[in-house]
């Protein structure tokens, strides 16, 4: 689930898309695909609990929070349920969305109509929603009633029909959010799901308006909560869904016997980048006008609106097919997810300005602190350093550094690197600047030159500078323009935010939005290890891969650098 923008008139495109990954206990066996780890107890047979999984273009990862996580092999499994997540994209207007979806209505009006959905899971989907909706909290104050819309069920029928397992047709997704489930095995009610997805609010935290300037912070401690601000999208006011029985599905490779595939279709889209799902405040106070004041359990309500045609016996038709006993599993399908240009990115620094004057111990608290850019004239400053080659941690960065000979009088960059405690610390003087002696253990630092580097769009961090104990040091990397349009396979892209060593710098910096792909420049790139799993995305038009249980786990990040 995923996206946001600033005011909604004028929002470009752009939206957010995470899947949702739910186990169930069970018996049987089904093989591991890639991207689809299993979290199973201590024995191998009984899942633990939920199991969220994250969704790009590609492939899919899953984190297992405090379970367990098989990453290949066979894993015993009777009956799983996975969800997918929300796709949502720009609606230009209702106009060319009414336009878009009449190739599917009916064109002869006494034509028998066979309906892709029961009449009761209709029911029971758009109940859910609805009141699930006016349950939030905090309590929304323009949270709309949602209706079951007949052409957009008509448009996910269409689309169920084609048994592919992706979100589509491409001329609806300009216009529309959509969810996709597959699933074989006994009966769950449409509900179930519903439920699953709204459940996703354990794990995130509302965006107060006080939060939002402009852009409003995404929070959530799960691996996704998309689902439940989907559903609670104040402005998306209509569902259509649809259900077919599919002989024989392409699932990620795997040929599924009778699965059944459920399209829902959402309109107008949510899950705006930067937006909250819904104005916080007293229900029903903040309803657009052409409500008229009208508020029904706490949400905004139109009467004449929301009545709905007779039906028959014939409209309610469905087709089914027998389905097997054991395996009932859900998934989720490739989601594009596309970029927001206009809204303002989040940057994030490796390096940091520091002071004269700055001490270690002051400014080292984070794992980004082991750069530092420091100014000219340290030398006659009367900033205080401990020690020789070792630097107490109350030292004075830009004088030890000028101490050791790194830098000159005319500052510049300096690494740090992090030594632990050392008994004692011994003055002396180097390069204009005099130490002094501490004779009690106490944490200390050294400092060393950065270095400068060109790479081409093929470089990796493996090739350059590979994480090593206790910590590396890679040089400032410029980076060409236009490593965005080198192909994956020379130059790859693994991971989101934390990135599989063997990724392209320059094209990782582009998906990262360090550099701009048409200009490239200056990035800073920062060694880390241990790292169990990489989720992939699409960000600023390069799509990144992800990888489960890679195996050394070597990783880095990657920053802008302050021009």
């Known amino acids: 689930m995923a996206a946001f923008a600033g005011d909604r008139a004028e929002r470009p495109e752009g939206n957010r898309a995470l899947e949702g990954f739910q186990a169930e206990d069970g018996n049987g066996s089904i093989p591991t695909a890639p991207w689809h780890p299993l979290c199973l107890r201590a024995n191998g047979s009984e899942p633990l609990s939920t199991q969220l999984c994250l969704q790009s273009q590609n492939s899919c990862s899953c984190m297992c929070g405090a379970m367990s996580c098989v990453p290949s092999g066979t894993v015993s499994l009777g009956l799983a349920l996975l969800v997918c997540g929300a796709q949502a994209f720009f609606l230009p207007n209702v106009t060319h969305l009414e336009k878009l979806l009449s190739k599917y209505q009916q064109t002869e009006p006494h034509s028998r109509v066979?309906?892709?959905?029961?009449?009761?899971?209709?029911?029971e989907i758009l109940m859910l929603h609805n009141k699930l909706r006016g349950q939030v909290y905090p309590p929304a104050s323009n949270m709309e009633y949602m209706t079951w819309d007949e052409e957009l069920e008509r448009s996910a029928a269409a689309w169920a029909q084609e048994c592919l397992w992706e979100h589509g047709p491409t001329n609806l997704l300009v216009s529309m959010g959509q969810n996709l489930a597959v699933h074989w095995g006994r009966y769950r009610s449409p509900g179930f799901h519903v439920q699953s997805w709204y459940d996703e609010v354990?794990?995130?935290?509302?965006?107060?308006?006080?939060?939002?300037n402009p852009w409003?912070?995404?929070?959530?401690?799960?691996?996704?909560?998309?689902?439940?601000?989907?559903?609670?999208?104040?402005?998306?006011?209509?569902?259509?869904?649809?259900?077919?029985?599919?002989?024989?599905?392409?699932?990620?490779?795997?040929?599924?016997e009778n699965a059944v595939y459920l399209v829902c279709n959402y309109s107008p889209k949510g899950n705006w980048i930067g937006e909250a799902p819904y104005k916080s405040g007293r229900?029903?106070?903040?309803?657009?006008?052409?409500?008229?004041?009208?508020?029904?359990?706490?949400?905004?309500?139109?009467?004449?609106?929301?009545?709905q045609k007779p039906e028959t016996d014939e409209?309610?038709?469905?087709?089914?097919?027998?389905?097997?006993?054991?395996?009932?599993?859900?998934?989720?399908?490739?989601?594009?997810?596309?970029?927001?240009?206009?809204?303002?990115?989040?940057?994030?620094?490796?390096?940091?300005?520091?002071?004269?004057?700055?001490?270690?111990?002051?400014?080292?608290?984070?794992?980004?602190?082991?750069?530092?850019?420091?100014?000219?004239?340290?030398?006659?400053?009367?900033?205080?350093?401990?020690?020789?080659?070792?630097y107490e941690s109350s030292s004075s960065i830009c004088?030890?550094?000028?101490?050791?000979?790194?830098?000159?009088?005319?500052?510049?960059?300096?690494?740090?690197?992090?030594?632990?405690?050392?008994?004692f610390f011994v003055k002396s003087q180097r390069h204009g600047v005099e130490s002094l002696s501490k004779y009690k253990p106490s944490s200390s630092f050294m400092v060393s030159k950065v270095k400068v580097q060109d790479v081409d769009c093929y470089t990796t961090v493996a090739q350059l500078c590979p994480f090593e104990k206790p910590a590396s040091h890679c040089p400032r990397v410029h980076c060409p323009a236009h490593c965005g349009d080198e192909?994956?396979?020379?130059?790859?892209?693994?991971?989101?935010?934390?990135?599989?060593?063997?990724?392209?710098?320059c094209r990782t910096a582009v998906h990262a939005?360090?550099?701009?792909?048409?200009?490239?420049?200056?990035?800073?790139?920062?060694?880390?290890?241990k790292k169990k799993a990489f989720a992939g995305s699409l960000r600023n038009g390069v799509q990144s891969e992800s990888l489960s249980a890679p195996g050394d786990g070597k990783a880095f990040r990657i920053f802008a650098v302050r021009q």
């Open 114 to 123: 066979r309906r892709a959905i029961p009449r009761t899971d209709r029911e």
């Open 202 to 212: 354990k794990d995130y935290t509302y965006p107060y308006p006080h939060e939002c």
């Open 216 to 256: 409003c912070p995404e929070r959530c401690s799960g691996a996704m909560c998309t689902h439940y601000t989907q559903m609670v999208w104040a402005t998306t006011t209509k569902i259509g869904c649809a259900v077919n029985t599919c002989r024989r599905m392409n699932v990620w490779g795997d040929i599924w």
């Open 283 to 307: 229900p029903c106070s903040e309803c657009p006008p052409s409500y008229g004041g009208n508020c029904r359990n706490g949400l905004c309500y139109r009467e004449e609106t929301y009545v």
């Open 315 to 390: 409209m309610n038709e469905v087709e089914t097919a027998p389905a097997p006993d054991e395996k009932h599993v859900w998934v989720q399908p490739r989601v594009v997810r596309p970029t927001k240009p206009k809204k303002t990115p989040v940057v994030k620094y490796m390096t940091q300005v520091i002071r004269c004057d700055t001490k270690m111990k002051d400014k080292c608290k984070g794992s980004t602190c082991n750069r530092y850019q420091c100014p000219g004239g340290c030398l006659s400053h009367k900033a205080k350093i401990f020690g020789s080659v070792f």
């Open 399 to 423: 004088r030890a550094a000028i101490h050791s000979g790194v830098l000159d009088d005319k500052g510049g960059l300096v690494d740090i690197t992090r030594n632990g405690q050392v008994p």
């Open 487 to 505: 192909p994956s396979y020379w130059a790859p892209v693994v991971g989101s935010n934390v990135y599989a060593d063997t990724s392209s710098i």
């Open 513 to 529: 939005g360090a550099i701009r792909d048409d200009s490239g420049g200056y990035v800073d790139v920062m060694p880390v290890d």
